[in-house]
């Protein structure tokens, strides 16, 4: 946009009431958030290290207030002055000269206010920042949030600590604009049933229409050929519609190429002056959400219902195993959120073979260059709405802000090919929650995606029907293990699983004070990093200590432990991802809980450590989610001397590429020694996106001792298939 | 509204190309169908008789026109001229002097056109009915309804014959009004979570605002006195707001009274004179769907998810047990329909104890008159749109006018207080329906739902998730009876159960040439009527004569078949209705397949024959309906000398009247003779709408031979719970 863009300098100071001043004022840095300029002017600690964090308890309870000097250079005839925001959390009002000129609640709508003959240059602009949202209710640490679109997560959640940011989180700025620009331009389009073709909508809304003036876009192709270029006389709203043959179309990247194309709106003068240019990438596709292969066949007793909800992906007519994982805010903090923050962690999503992420509801709404990047990347976007574990009511105040909030999230996020599935939010249906499809903010939610996104799916939560969350540990205390307990499962996807880990030593030095190091006990920051009662009623999530020590016994050293516990978090994944998909076609999706992690945890179900750092498992689900590979179902753990060891083979493929008959060579090893084989499997070419499975192969372990067995997969001249596990001598 | 209505007289005759004109024009009664004046021209014998109905196969092939010379006086200056219809069935258009003024599809939405300058007295008006729709769909009989929102039962169910009207159905006019007249008015209200106030708006759409003018809405409540009087100055479009403290509420019959309130909106000049009046009833209830009682109290397994749909219907805060039937057109002509059609079955559905009646999705949405007698007698109406069995595509043509339609359908059902439950359309998440939620007629449906009656539960489809259809029969082939069947699901709610039973012996006499009327044969006017291959698969439907023999031996005579068959039916109905009953409150809804039925069907699981007259079954239900009723739970139908009798004793308790404690004594007699006494069941007084389940009870059945038992139960000095069970001695 060609307009003159001027920052502006913040200071910030907190109160108890709305209607006195702060008494002392510090800098703030914007985007940020009020606890963070706080802490930086009163050189409080990392929030990330230790206890730290619990100082910024009660900080949100206050009042805020943002003061700036407007400066500006006077305007000429025909400029507008605008305040523009894109984002201020959580509800604000907007003062000029001590008059409100917009009372907002709502974090994810941008501002944009105009101040032309309002403001002079040298005028105090205000934004008072209230008190986090608060329904009064103190059923559950989360229940407070149950009235308001800000995300639960703030208020404390497994895996991130009660700290509830506030303030400016996202750009915010002066804009100095023609009387006549752009306000806003979108681009809407369907795709034929058979792709051939995308009709094309494109609307434009200026402030103000230029006499004499023009309004031009052209569509660009992903090769940067000019494909639609249309202009008409400039107008209020504006309607271009156009058909654009034989689209490039957009595609996961483990199914096709990411074609994006550029959409580029002018304004022009009488006078053939450009005075406002709005640019985006898009891309088309095709995305539905259908019946898994086989689902109607079930056998016909009445009533002969659907008893699941359509699940698989479907893009570009073509069903898409969806790999991944669920997505939850990179910082604490919002504001510190840049696209640097999300690129390094995206890459390495795309390097685990993942198509595709699921932004978790209690989290945030990523900015822009998350998708802009998922797009580039080609990876698939479940987005969902900030609902989480809460019931929130048929309340007309509440509805009202979810309706705007929506809204402006849908529009948000539309322009993105990567986005293929809406959702209410997290865990709505579960008795925790008690949210049904009759919720007033459910049905609301269907309405506006089905308004402004027709074409991409809603769900109203997940987990819904067929649907599976959980579990979240290698082991139960029944110490039945993940290999006995997923193979009894029949769900149609897999949208949340986990087996938890300690987190690198590395990291664990940086965060928790020498004297607490080792052993690990509650009490001390690895509670307060979730190593323990990370949840209600379970005081050893996430470290889970005795079940690592039944399998390995009491560890020497944090170094042994962590060990151990990796080796456990990497084994129950690789079992967790494999296991769902040689469920496929019944089963369509596996998402582990949880890929990221807001801050670094002790131990998480993450993948990733905080800020974007590989986990031993990240390796070991990069290996299960290949688009092609050599598989064993294996029955348990723990082996001893003179046992058969028997596993299933399968080959598992998502690939719609032409498959190759092969040959799966199974090996075990004991410790470094002994190499046992057992009978090969030679395997037909499989059909595209069909798994083959495979005869149970047996190994008779000697009688001899070892600590380790190896189960190695191998398929002669294609390497990329092969597979390993790493499974553990029965401790006597 | 003081209009001037004028009648106008039609001919209509047919052609096979639109732009011929037919060679003949027959006179046509409107409202009333193109086939139903065909045949009175050609003196085509009755419909309902013999095979008549297939003299009516192909009409519905032709495009159809009406033509009528408008005749009026010469309108006064200010003076308006409108064309009003309140129906058109199918696709249509309307032509003056050869010039089409509108081009429709869809026969809910009401036709309004302004004629005024367009028409002079004298003037020939044409509606040319286009052939009825079709999608080219050849899968079904039905499917070629596929992409339409006419009613698809018209294509052949196994109760309604192969016969599609097309034509005028509803009433038709012209109306002279003044130029500043009320072009509609609504009333829109919230009620408090407590009950204690409605928050009222009134919606006035002028179609000019005369000069000075004033609107008044006046609200009097059921006693007749003003409660609510407010006026403003006439605008195009106003709002009024209120609130009404304590309202009474409308509640179903067997809960409450029937209040009703009424709207009155006038029009009035500047010199206070009355331009125009709108005057309905309406009333104030607030209804949910939601999860019965200990739903979310199941076992908490990961994921502890919904597993089924809230099914319960809560009006004014109290959970209602829902007892009723399927509501089908009452006749195949809907301009046939009067509210005369409809008072005699409403009022028959308020005898059996019904509450609630589903207008089934495959069938009619009802004439006005419906809705006003079921807010009058208390019954609630579960409302579908049209649709049934279908695979209704994501066709943007078809989506179009889905919207058309069911916001026409929404708006004109809205003012009653008896809807309680908008439904997308019947089976359609079944294997031959192939719809789900992601389907876009029905997130569509939903959000117009939201949009138009927020307060008004929606639901895709039924069944849904938990709820059960069927069975249809008192026995299956492998000899299972209903009292085996039923007690083994689990359902939330059974919205669809059916026994069949033959219809009674005169009216058989009546549509049955008497050469083909004993013993019946498949191929005869039997079949036409339903009672054979009524359904694809099955020969034997409805009349499902072996059934019956199985039980009763070869019958002797028409009247002997006849009782036999009604009998399976009576006691069929019974238990299913008092099962469904009995597993409250986990099942929460109990409807039988079908109530009515829109011709005489010779056999069929309707407990009312056309046109409004009770079967034997009628009776049965009836008392398996009573609020609160003694009620056994039956093995099995058919008992030999010798063998032990048990049954298990229940109170069935819908009432939330306080109860009070009883005794259940249980007798059973062998034919007219011997009665054995078993032990009685005292009772405590049962919670309001809560069931007492008894204890089981023997009787040792003497080792004589017999041909009936009749178990009686009798709560001493309250015969209103005494209820009885006709069993049959087993053939050997």
């Not at 300098?9 to 709305?18: E, L, P």
């Not at 910082?331 to 795309?350: C, D, M, N, S, V």
């Not at 999530?541 to 020590?549: A, D, F, R, V, Y």
């Not at 390995?552 to 962590?562: H, K, M, Y």
């Amino acid at each position: 946009m060609p307009y003159t863009t001027l920052p502006l300098a913040f200071t910030v100071g907190k109160t108890s009431q709305s209607t006195v001043l702060p008494e002392t004022f510090v800098p703030a840095t914007v985007p940020g958030a009020v606890q963070l300029d706080w802490a930086r002017a009163h050189q409080w600690p990392d929030w990330n290290y230790g206890d730290n964090c619990k100082q910024y308890d009660g900080l949100e309870a206050f009042y805020w207030l943002y003061r700036t000097v407007l400066e500006y250079p006077t305007l000429a005839p025909g400029q507008k002055l605008y305040f523009v925001s894109q984002g201020i959390d959580y509800k604000f009002d907007i003062r000029l000269g001590g008059k409100v000129l917009l009372a907002q609640e709502g974090m994810f709508t941008p501002v944009e206010l105009d101040l032309t003959g309002k403001a002079q240059p040298g005028d105090v602009l205000e934004i008072l920042i209230h008190p986090a949202p608060d329904s009064g209710d103190r059923t559950t640490n989360r229940a407070p949030a149950n009235k308001s679109a800000k995300p639960a997560v703030s208020w404390g959640w497994d895996w991130h600590p009660r700290l509830i940011p506030l303030g400016i989180w996202d750009d915010t700025r002066l804009e100095i604009r023609p009387a006549a620009h752009i306000k806003s331009a979108a681009l809407d389009y369907i795709l034929t049933d058979d792709l051939s073709a995308a009709d094309i909508k494109l609307y434009v809304t200026l402030a103000e229409a230029p006499g004499g003036g023009m309004v031009e876009w052209v569509l660009d192709g992903p090769q940067g050929t000019m494909v639609i270029r249309q202009s008409a006389e400039a107008a209020r709203q504006m309607v271009f519609t156009n058909v654009l043959p034989a689209p490039q179309l957009w595609w996961p990247h483990d199914h096709g190429p990411q074609n994006r194309y550029t959409v580029t709106v002018k304004l022009y003068s009488a006078g053939h002056q450009v005075l406002d240019e709005r640019s985006w990438k898009t891309g088309f596709r095709r995305v539905r959400l259908v019946m898994h292969e086989g689902a109607w066949d079930r056998p016909g007793e009445c009533p002969a219902t659907q008893r699941e909800c359509p699940f698989t992906v479907e893009i570009n007519n073509r069903h898409v195993f969806a790999k991944g994982s669920n997505w939850v805010a990179p910082e604490i903090f919002p504001g510190l959120i840049t696209a640097e923050t999300y690129r390094p962690l995206l890459e390495l999503a795309k390097e685990a073979n993942f198509n595709l992420l699921r932004v978790w509801g209690g989290a945030m709404v990523s900015k822009d260059s998350f998708y802009e990047q998922c797009d580039a990347l080609g990876l698939m976007v479940w987005q969902e709405f900030q609902q989480a574990c809460n019931c929130h009511p048929d309340d007309a105040g509440y509805l009202k802000v979810l309706d705007q909030e929506s809204r402006s999230i849908i529009q948000r996020v539309k322009p993105h090919p990567c986005r293929v599935l809406w959702c209410g939010g997290n865990e709505l249906f579960n008795s925790w929650s008690r949210m049904t499809e009759q919720s007033h903010p459910l049905r609301l939610l269907n309405r506006n995606c089905y308004e402004l996104d027709q074409y991409t799916p809603y769900i109203y939560t997940s987990p819904i029907f067929g649907v599976r969350h959980g579990d979240y540990r290698f082991a139960n205390s029944d110490k039945t293990e993940v290999y006995q307990i997923f193979v009894r499962y029949e769900a149609t996807a897999y949208t949340e699983f986990g087996v938890p880990g300690p987190s690198p030593v590395e990291i664990l030095r940086e965060i928790i004070p020498p004297a607490e190091l080792f052993p690990p006990k509650p009490g001390t920051a690895w509670e307060t990093h979730h190593a323990y009662k990370a949840w209600d009623g379970d005081a050893e999530s996430w470290l889970l200590i005795s079940t690592i020590e039944r399998y390995f016994g009491v560890p020497a050293s944090l170094e042994e432990l962590v060990a151990n516990g990796e080796w456990l978090q990497c084994e129950g994944y690789k079992c967790l991802f494999e296991e769902s998909r040689r469920q496929k076609p019944r089963s369509s999706m596996a998402l582990n809980w949880c890929y990221n992690e807001p801050w670094p945890s002790a131990a998480n179900n993450s993948i990733v450590v905080w800020p974007a750092r590989k986990k031993p498992a990240f390796e070991a689900v990069k290996a299960a989610c290949r688009p092609v590979l050599a598989s064993a179902r294996i029955p348990k753990f723990t082996w001893s001397a003179g046992e058969v060891f028997t596993c299933q083979l399968a080959l598992l493929n998502d690939s719609y590429a032409k498959g190759k008959p092969g040959e799966v060579r199974a090996t075990l090893q004991l410790d470094e020694g002994t190499v046992i084989t057992a009978a090969s499997w030679k395997f037909a070419a499989p059909e595209p996106n069909h798994n083959l499975i495979g005869p149970e192969v047996q190994f008779q372990i000697p009688d001899a001792p070892f600590k380790t067995l190896t189960l190695r997969l191998s398929v002669p001249n294609r390497p990329e298939l092969d597979s390993t596990y790493r499974l553990l001598a029965k401790r006597s």
